[in-house]
């Protein structure tokens, strides 16, 4: 019993699309409304597709390409009618003359080269079944697409295989037409039957055709055109070595008439079971038409090199032998010993006029399923002459034709057959991918949406933050002030009010040491006043302001004595409470001097590295010990304002010896401003 073969294994078809019914679109990426990326990052699903997607394409690029259509005049069976008149069950039958074991069976499509109605794929049967049968067994179905549609498969064979089932008859029963608006019409171009490295339906001699309708219009239409080896396929060839190596072809003959031969020495005699004739092809001369075969040959084998007793397996002398495009013009074999072949141009190839020639591309023979004409010695009665050549007598039998390899007619078919399945399997892929476009297009707004939504509520957020932020520093700064007005300006206006008060209460009024001082506190609280309002007036504070109040604040304080300021490495201003701090701390310490140190000279430096300052200030004055000092001297204070700033306070004094104060801290504290409330 023979198998059944599931149809996606043995079919594989091509994806339709723009053109003509059947033909072969190249595969693209789909164009996606969701970025490919995107749609990987939202689903496995997706991802998994698109995965092998890109295997697929991978593998397809592997792949032989599909054959350039190669049949010659010979288009094959055909049988057509319209608006219905066409009787659907229309069948051919191929008999092989005897029982052989069968490999599989490959159904070539006919390419009709008349662009309205045909192309690539035209009548191929849309509903179909094939099936084997010997001499009385019954019939068993080699394959069965009665069901179903089987599309289209365009320029590419649908091959079958039957697992070395022993038939003798191969019958194709189609049961639903190829049609295009009223037309309907069965068609196929060749029905190849393989065991071993063979096609037994043009490698056997007697092999008959059966058809229950045919449209018999020679030169392109004839049941007999379904087993004469010509097809759209051409000669099975694949990328093969760098070297061009067309073959071989004689001198020009002005004669077309001229006898030439080429033979070949197989080395030792083997039953020959059918040789094979390759095609030469220079596209630049012939683009439907093979180079240099001749219109009438004699193909003949001898176990002699002088062929004095020569058996002929074939012969076109009296009709002309049509010119099989690029196809293997296969010879049957008598199964007989032989070790010479030749093969006789009877009437040369015309290239122009008065210029004729013969040309082939390999001479092929084989015994056993094996290609004994391998590397075999060729000898010919004329050949072309120049050096370097691509024809040479030698590249007959080097199986090249060109650039391109002959392989065995399993292994192409297998190659093309798996380029269809390739090619459905992508068409599938784009297909799924391309209906899971809604649902990804509506994930990704959905998600744009929220992101912009999550992105507005953020930027929101933020200004809020910053806000909030903002305000906590304007009441932390008015704060700050509003301390500042209490502790100097207060205190002075205070001091003022009393020593007032006190010199209208005493006899003779205000003595003259409190007018002095009354004046001194007056002056220090317009001084006060001043720094408290350049802090708080709009403008820039950068780091020459900065540099220049503190430098008039010490100016002030520092009236009558010898001092001097030196600034280093503040290109950037501090935060403006830095700069608050910086201020009240250099006048707090300088009004110690004034009052303590009972110095002449004072030196003030203020140095700025990386991200920390440093606040110095030393004077020749008489000096103190540090463990005996008194809140008096406001040390609590500039320690107090060194922890606010991130930084220190450094005390250096002995008695005669002046005194040296440093306070460090950062140009800008990570602490929120309003902690920095001394």
Do not use: C
């Amino acid at each position: 019993m023979f198998r059944h073969v599931p149809a996606l294994l043995v079919a594989g078809w091509l994806g339709s699309g723009p053109g003509l019914p059947g033909q072969e679109t190249t595969p693209v990426e789909p164009v996606l409304s969701v970025p490919t990326a995107i749609g990987r990052w939202l689903s496995a699903d997706f991802r998994h597709l698109d995965d092998r997607r890109i295997r697929l394409a991978k593998e397809l690029a592997s792949l032989p390409a599909t054959p350039q259509n190669e049949q010659s005049a010979h288009l094959g069976w055909k049988i057509f009618g319209y608006s219905g008149a066409l009787p659907p069950r229309q069948w051919v039958e191929v008999d092989l003359g005897g029982i052989y074991p069968i490999d599989a069976v490959a159904l070539v499509p006919v390419d009709e080269p008349t662009p309205e109605t045909g192309g690539p794929g035209y009548g191929f049967p849309r509903r179909f079944r094939v099936e084997l049968r010997a001499d009385s067994s019954p019939a068993a179905t080699l394959a069965d697409f009665s069901a179903v549609d089987f599309p289209n498969p365009g320029a590419l064979p649908v091959l079958l295989p039957a697992r070395q089932a022993k038939a003798r008859y191969v019958r194709v029963t189609m049961i639903e037409p190829w049609t295009s608006e009223a037309l309907e019409a069965y068609a196929l171009g060749e029905i190849m039957v393989l065991s071993g490295n063979r096609n037994l339906a043009t490698g056997l001699r007697g092999v008959k055709v059966r058809a229950s309708g045919s449209l018999e219009s020679p030169p392109a239409w004839s049941r007999e055109h379904l087993t004469d080896g010509q097809s759209t396929v051409g000669a099975p060839l694949v990328r093969g070595e760098r070297r061009r190596a067309h073959g071989w072809q004689s001198a020009r003959s002005g004669d077309g008439g001229t006898a030439i031969r080429a033979q070949v020495d197989l080395g030792r005699a083997w039953p020959l079971d059918e040789l094979r004739l390759v095609p030469a092809r220079l596209q630049q001369y012939t683009t439907r038409q093979a180079y240099g075969f001749p219109s009438r040959l004699r193909v003949e084998v001898s176990s002699d090199a002088e062929f004095a007793s020569p058996r002929v397996l074939a012969e076109w002398s009296s009709q002309p032998f049509i010119n099989p495009a690029f196809n293997p013009v296969v010879v049957p074999g008598d199964g007989q010993p032989a070790r010479h072949l030749r093969i006789t141009a009877l009437e040369l190839w015309p290239r122009g006029q008065d210029y004729h020639l013969f040309a082939l591309a390999e001479v092929q023979a084989y015994s056993g399923g094996v290609n004994v004409a391998r590397n075999a010695t060729v000898s010919v009665s004329s050949s072309q002459g120049g050096e370097p050549s691509h024809w040479q007598p030698a590249f007959l039998t080097d199986g090249l034709r060109g650039s391109l390899e002959l392989i065995e007619w399993p292994e192409w078919l297998h190659l093309l057959s798996r380029r269809r399945e390739v090619l459905h399997e992508l068409a599938q892929t784009g297909a799924a991918l391309a209906a899971r476009q809604p649902a990804l297009a509506r994930t990704t707004r959905w998600m744009l949406m929220i992101g912009l939504t999550l992105g507005v509520l953020g930027t929101l957020t933020a200004i809020a933050r910053a806000r909030l932020a903002q305000t906590r520093a304007v009441i932390a700064l008015q704060r700050r002030i509003a301390g500042d007005l209490h502790d100097e300006i207060g205190s002075n206006l205070a001091n003022i009010a009393m020593l007032t008060e006190l010199g209208q209460r005493a006899p003779g009024g205000i003595a003259s040491a409190d007018v002095t001082e009354i004046r001194r506190l007056a002056h220090e609280s317009a001084a006060a006043m001043r720094d408290i309002v350049w802090l708080i007036q709009p403008g820039p504070h950068d780091a020459p302001r900065l540099a220049e109040r503190l430098r008039a604040s010490a100016g002030r304080l520092l009236g009558g004595l010898e001092w001097q300021f030196k600034i280093t490495g503040l290109a950037v201003a501090p935060a403006l409470d830095v700069q608050r701090h910086l201020l009240l701390a250099l006048k707090e310490i300088l009004h110690n001097v004034l009052r303590h140190a009972n110095a002449g000279r004072v030196e003030i430096r203020l140095a700025a590295e990386g991200p920390r300052f440093s606040l110095e200030v030393r004077d020749n004055g008489q000096g103190f010990d540090p463990r005996l000092a008194v809140d008096g001297h406001g040390l609590t204070s500039l320690r107090h304002r060194a922890t606010l700033l991130g930084g220190a306070l450094e005390l250096d004094s002995r008695p005669g010896h002046g005194t040296r104060v440093v306070l460090s801290g950062n140009l800008h504290p990570a602490a929120p401003p309003a902690s920095l409330s001394a």
